[in-house]
């Protein structure tokens, strides 16, 4: 009898229950090893028509984890295409990045040969060939192969690789992007893979990290790396060291980023390039120019553009942002007869509307491209009363995608995240002109998410500095804004302290609190090593005006007589002030 923990469920259709000691004696499918191997975890998956059971062990030799249940679910999914999924896969859905950064380390030159295992769509082959100019092509069996063959023009075989095709070999670049988790036996695909490659040939795969797999793991990161029906064997960065070596790679490099292993393996000694920002210009090149050449309508043109607009604006590279942008304007004239640059509000039955719908109304990640066309104009200097429109169709944007895949039980994590950060950028315009939605939206916003706080105090900032001394009142007074966290950075601390103490000169009952805020201010800068920019002596000289306002000139004078010899650039004001006392 096996004994385990209570059942936790860990979604809808999915219960795990951990295993307390208790061992069998397995054959592990990835080192051989026959022997002991210890249960991890029960798993209880009940999708609507279905019931599957699976037991995971890990090999005490190589510490991989295996289920016990090979019977494996059916990729076809025609409903999937039906619903406008590869639209949305295309246009925003799919994570190019993840896949194509493993491939911006290989050291190999322009007319290497590229074999892509398994590569679905095919966005690393693409990279492959467009951006590092490699001879590529691709085998995977199931139908996201067409895609690549059709829309990226890609050459995919749509079957399995086998023995037979060693003939087409020998390669110099073989990747496997998330495929080895779906083997019920690796070690047997990394031997063919080895016999693909030339002698200093290198392999790249990534796989799920299932040394995540762990009674405290968060069912967020448990969910994805189980995916129990559709992944077999699970390595950790020891147990595909102990794989890849058997299979005759003598050089193995495992990289482990938050959920996933990236590994290198060659029989030949091999290094890794390790020029990060060179990796993303590559990556950003590649992404607009990919759209630049992709048909004007085609979701290609939106999806590679739109992501090489959001890529730009993340690392700052203006040109590249403003390269997307003039593939973007068009192609969405073309389209969907929007006028990007003019437009002022979103056709109105994108709200509810389906994912198929909206597909046909504007681009799905419309939101993404709006929110990085106002970034990119703030950053270019553009007023916040300006950029706050496009903001708002942005928001209107998330919004339609966010409800039409929810209307499937959906949900979009990039569109997800830029929610959050469009609804702050707008509560900071808001501030910015003291519109007076600024509360009742400072309300809202902390509503949905407590760590919005920050964002509240920079409006709030915002507000005083521009004057608007009634709006902040009210800001301060609905959300209790009298002391920043000291958990906050020190810049927006000392702004806010700053802030508190300006608003609270305007009115003769607060002067205490503004000559506090100022002493809190003071000792801030005097304890702390972070540097107070030139907010020292405005912040001394706010103190000392609400001490004389208070009628305590004895203890301004004093204040200033320490500060002035201690600290440099006095300003005039308050060295004349202290002239005239002495
Ligand atoms: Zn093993």
């Known amino acids: 009898m096996s004994h385990s923990g209570p059942k936790i469920r860990i979604a809808e259709h999915i219960e795990i229950a951990w295993a307390a000691d208790t061992h069998h004696r397995l054959a592990c499918p990835n080192c051989g090893h026959n022997g002991d191997a210890a249960k991890l975890l029960?798993?209880?998956?009940?999708?609507?028509?279905?019931?599957?059971?699976?037991?995971?062990h890990i090999c005490s030799a190589c510490t991989a984890l295996f289920f016990d249940n090979v019977e494996t679910m059916d990729y076809g999914t025609p409903e999937l295409i039906e619903i406008g999924w590869h639209i949305y896969q295309t246009q925003i859905g799919a994570g190019i990045w993840p896949i194509t950064e493993p491939l911006t380390r290989i050291a190999k030159p322009a007319g290497a040969r590229l074999l892509e295992i398994g590569g679905a769509y095919g966005f690393g082959l693409d990279f492959g060939?467009?951006?590092?100019?490699?001879?590529?092509?691709?085998?995977?069996?199931?139908?996201?192969?067409?895609?690549?063959?059709?829309?990226?023009?890609?050459?995919?075989?749509?079957?399995?690789?086998?023995?037979?095709?060693?003939?087409?070999?020998?390669?110099?670049v073989v990747i496997a992007t998330e495929v080895v988790e779906h083997l019920a036996h690796p070690p047997g695909f990394f031997q063919?893979?080895?016999?693909?490659?030339?002698?200093?040939?290198?392999?790249?795969?990534?796989?799920?990290?299932?040394?995540?797999?762990?009674?405290?793991?968060?069912?967020?990161?448990?969910?994805?790396?189980?995916?129990?029906?559709?992944?077999?064997?699970?390595?950790?960065?020891?147990?595909?060291?102990?794989?890849?070596?058997?299979?005759?790679?003598?050089?193995?490099?495992?990289?482990?980023?938050?959920m996933t292993l990236i590994a290198y393996a060659s029989a030949a000694a091999f290094t890794l390039g390790q020029d990060v920002a060179a990796g993303r210009a590559m990556f950003r090149q590649y992404l607009v120019e990919r759209g630049r050449v992709a048909e004007p309508e085609s979701d290609l043109r939106f999806g590679f553009a739109g992501r090489g607009m959001f890529e730009a604006v993340q690392d700052g590279d203006y040109d590249a942002a403003e390269a997307a942008w003039s593939v973007l304007v068009p192609?969405?004239?073309?389209?969907?007869a929007l006028d990007l640059n003019s437009m002022t509000a979103l056709p109105a039955a994108t709200a509810r509307?389906?994912?198929?719908?909206?597909?046909?109304?504007?681009?799905?990640?419309?939101?993404?491209?709006?929110?990085?066309?106002?970034?990119?104009l703030l950053c270019r200097g553009q007023k916040r009363a300006d950029v706050l429109p496009v903001f708002r169709m942005s928001l209107a944007a998330l919004d339609a995608l966010q409800g039409a895949l929810a209307q499937r039980s959906l949900i979009d994590g990039l569109s997800a995240s830029l929610l959050g950060a469009?609804?702050?950028e707008i509560l900071l315009c808001l501030a910015d002109t003291a519109h007076p939605d600024t509360v009742a939206e400072a309300q809202s916003l902390l509503q949905q998410d407590a760590a919005s706080i920050t964002i509240?105090?920079?409006?709030?900032?915002?507000?005083?500095?521009?004057?608007?001394?009634?709006?902040?009142?009210?800001?301060?007074?609905?959300?209790?804004?009298?002391?920043?966290?000291?958990?906050?950075?020190?810049?927006?601390?000392?702004?806010?302290?700053?802030?508190?103490?300006?608003?609270?000169?305007?009115?003769?009952?607060?002067?205490?609190?503004?000559?506090?805020?100022?002493?809190?201010?003071?000792?801030?800068?005097?304890?702390?090593?972070?540097?107070?920019?030139?907010?020292?002596?405005?912040?001394?000289?706010?103190?000392?005006?609400?001490l004389d306002r208070l009628s305590r000139r004895d203890l301004a004078t004093s204040l200033l007589?320490?500060?002035?010899?201690?600290?440099?650039?006095?300003?005039?004001?308050?060295?004349?002030?202290?002239?005239?006392?002495?």
């Open 42 to 56: 029960d798993i209880d998956y009940r999708p609507p028509d279905a019931e599957h059971f699976y037991q995971i």
């Open 129 to 172: 060939v467009r951006a590092r100019g490699w001879v590529g092509e691709g085998y995977d069996p199931s139908p996201l192969a067409e895609f690549g063959i059709r829309e990226l023009g890609l050459t995919v075989t749509q079957d399995y690789f086998e023995e037979k095709d060693l003939a087409k070999g020998p390669y110099d």
């Open 192 to 258: 063919l893979m080895r016999r693909a490659l030339a002698d200093n040939g290198i392999l790249m795969l990534t796989t799920p990290n299932g040394a995540l797999v762990a009674p405290a793991q968060a069912a967020n990161i448990l969910l994805p790396t189980l995916s129990p029906g559709a992944h077999l064997v699970l390595q950790t960065a020891h147990s595909l060291q102990i794989a890849l070596q058997n299979a005759g790679f003598s050089h193995v490099q495992i990289l482990e980023t938050d």
């Open 331 to 336: 192609a969405a004239k073309q389209r969907f």
């Open 353 to 376: 509307a389906s994912l198929a719908d909206l597909a046909r109304i504007i681009p799905l990640g419309l939101g993404m491209i709006l929110y990085s066309r106002a970034i990119y």
């Open 422 to 424: 469009t609804k702050a």
């Open 456 to 546: 509240i105090w920079r409006a709030f900032v915002s507000l005083v500095s521009s004057g608007a001394f009634e709006t902040a009142r009210h800001l301060q007074k609905a959300l209790e804004l009298y002391l920043p966290d000291n958990s906050f950075a020190f810049e927006l601390r000392r702004d806010a302290l700053f802030s508190l103490g300006v608003l609270a000169l305007q009115d003769e009952k607060y002067y205490p609190r503004a000559a506090e805020s100022f002493r809190q201010l003071r000792t801030l800068f005097l304890n702390n090593q972070a540097d107070p920019g030139n907010m020292f002596w405005p912040a001394v000289r706010g103190e000392v005006i609400a």
């Open 561 to 582: 007589s320490e500060l002035i010899p201690l600290h440099g650039g006095a300003p005039v004001d308050l060295l004349e002030r202290q002239r005239a006392k002495a």
